[in-house]
């Protein structure tokens, strides 16, 4: 179990470095050796997790749908909502889901495919609609894959102006905003009523969340 544990802190501690390093420089000018430096590892450490500064990238990626297992709700809208506001809430507090967005949003990367967690957020949003309509949640003319993509969108655009207008300060109030305004072109309206939109919503959440299943003892080094 002690080994387990240092192979999860050592991954996380390179992730973060990565993030870092990204964040500062962007992934083209970022370079294993100065990744290795912010983390404080060996080479070999870093690549029995990581084979290529691309797969570090991916890694980093990712980071932004890892958010364990938030409380199930009366509604899948009211879980599609807490969906929206938590990634708001992490984006201006955790450094990793901050650099994962810049990496997913910064033009250029080369070889890097950005689209990874674009298309699975979106799937995330479509599942979470689909079954809202069989649940008799949203209106008869909604389509599931179009509504996640619109709102995908959405959260990405309004994101990027929080970025650049107040380095993301009032995210979770536009986000809440955003959700109000658009989600009653998708609800009905006596399911619209119960949902709960707020900015402090998402903090409260995640006072609850449950972490993601640790890998089994002796499957990673580090």
């Known amino acids: 179990m002690a080994q387990q544990a240092r192979a999860i802190q050592t991954r996380q501690s390179i992730l973060l470095a990565a993030a870092t ?10 370079t294993i050796s100065e990744i290795l430096t912010r983390a404080g590892v060996t080479k070999g450490a870093l690549y029995f997790h990581f084979s290529s500064k691309e797969e570090l990238a991916l890694g980093v990626m990712e980071a932004q749908l890892e ?6 709700q009366l509604t899948k809208l009211q879980e599609l909502v807490d969906q929206g506001l938590v990634l708001a809430h992490r984006l ?3 450094p990793l889901v901050r650099a994962s967005v810049g990496l997913a949003m910064a033009q250029g990367g080369g070889e890097l495919d950005r689209g990874l967690p ?20 949203v209106l008869s003319h909604v389509n599931p894959a179009e509504a996640a993509q ?3 969108g959405a959260f990405s655009g309004i994101q990027e102006m929080s970025q650049v207008l107040c380095e993301r300060e009032d995210l ?4 809440s ?4 305004y658009v989600l009653p072109s998708i609800a009905l309206p006596a399911v619209l009523a119960m949902l709960e939109i707020t900015e402090t919503r998402a903090e409260r959440l995640l006072a609850t969340v449950k972490e993601p299943d640790a890998p ?3 499957s990673e080094e580090g």
């Open 21 to 30: 390093v990204f964040d500062e420089r962007g992934y083209g000018s970022a």
């Open 67 to 72: 958010v364990g297992v938030l409380p199930p």
């Open 92 to 94: 201006r507090h955790e």
């Open 118 to 137: 674009f298309h699975s957020w979106i799937a995330r949003l479509e599942t979470l609609l689909t079954e809202a309509k069989q649940q008799g949640e």
């Open 150 to 152: 619109l709102l995908a």
């Open 172 to 175: 979770e109030q536009r986000i």
């Open 177 to 180: 905003m955003l959700l109000r």
């Open 216 to 218: 089994e003892a002796g």
